[in-house]
């Protein structure tokens, strides 16, 4: 089983900021966050990761709570193209990914 | 980073047949593992690809059924078996680098199972 929840849907208008949250109130402490996205018919394409730090990258931004139960993938300007179900997964060294449902985010004109 | 290529992109294929995925990296590879994502689902790991050995299967996938070669650091194969329309699912074919822990995927090969 998946070690992260999600919530199944999400919109966001476009240049808006999407916020997507991830619960995985059972991290381990060697465990990263990882952040995927798959868009129609492709291979999933990765985000971001992070261990207990905020990161960025050209794509997003990964928000971490202190406690690390929980974290908010930021895509600071949503276009259309960012449509697509968004994976939130823990894992160690990605060396055994569980992918659960994950988020469909609906970017609206 | 790595480029996963994966042939065929998608096929057609009769019951009772077989079907061989290919999984080219550009670049060599410690890793490689196969993934299953049916209709509407999310992605399963099928099998873990260990170069010189055996591969792991996760349970409920069976040698048998998904045969899966690792001939070098930058090649893979996976064999769907004796197709039955429940077969009928996107495969993908993934690889982790030695200097990242990020996983890369290919674009999968779309199957069809009449």
């Known amino acids: 089983d998946a070690k992260t929840t999600q919530p199944p849907s999400m919109d966001c208008a476009e240049g808006r900021a999407a916020n997507l949250p991830c619960n995985h109130s059972?991290?381990?402490?060697?465990?990263?966050v990882y952040w995927y996205r798959q868009i129609h018919s492709q291979g999933p394409q990765y985000i971001i990761h992070g261990l207990k730090n905020n990161e960025t990258n050209e794509m997003a931004s990964l928000i971490i709570t202190e406690d690390r139960k929980s974290s908010t993938l930021i895509l600071p300007h949503a276009t259309l193209r960012d449509t697509a179900v968004y994976y939130c997964?823990?894992?160690?060294?990605?060396?055994?990914?569980?992918f659960g449902p994950g988020t469909r985010l609906s970017v609206l004109p | 980073s790595a480029v996963i290529s994966q042939k065929p992109s998608r096929d057609i294929c009769q019951r009772g047949t077989s079907l061989t995925i290919q999984c080219q990296v550009d670049?060599?590879?410690?890793?490689m593992f196969w993934y299953r994502q049916q209709p509407g689902q999310s992605l399963t790991l099928i099998a873990t690809?260990?170069?010189?050995?055996?591969?792991?299967?996760e349970s409920g996938f069976v040698i048998d059924k998904f045969p899966i070669s690792r001939p070098n650091l930058t090649f893979s194969t996976l064999t769907v078996s004796n197709m039955s329309p429940e077969d009928s699912s996107i495969y993908l074919c993934?690889?982790?680098?030695?200097?990242?822990?990020?996983?890369?995927f290919g674009s999968g090969t779309q199957l069809s199972v009449l």
């Open positions: 690809a260990n170069q010189g050995s055996e591969a792991t299967y």
């Open positions: 059972t991290i381990s402490g060697n465990e990263y």
């Open positions: 993934s690889a982790q680098t030695d200097r990242d822990e990020k996983l890369f």
């Open positions: 997964i823990v894992d160690n060294y990605g060396q055994n990914f569980v």
């Open positions: 670049s060599q590879v410690t890793m």
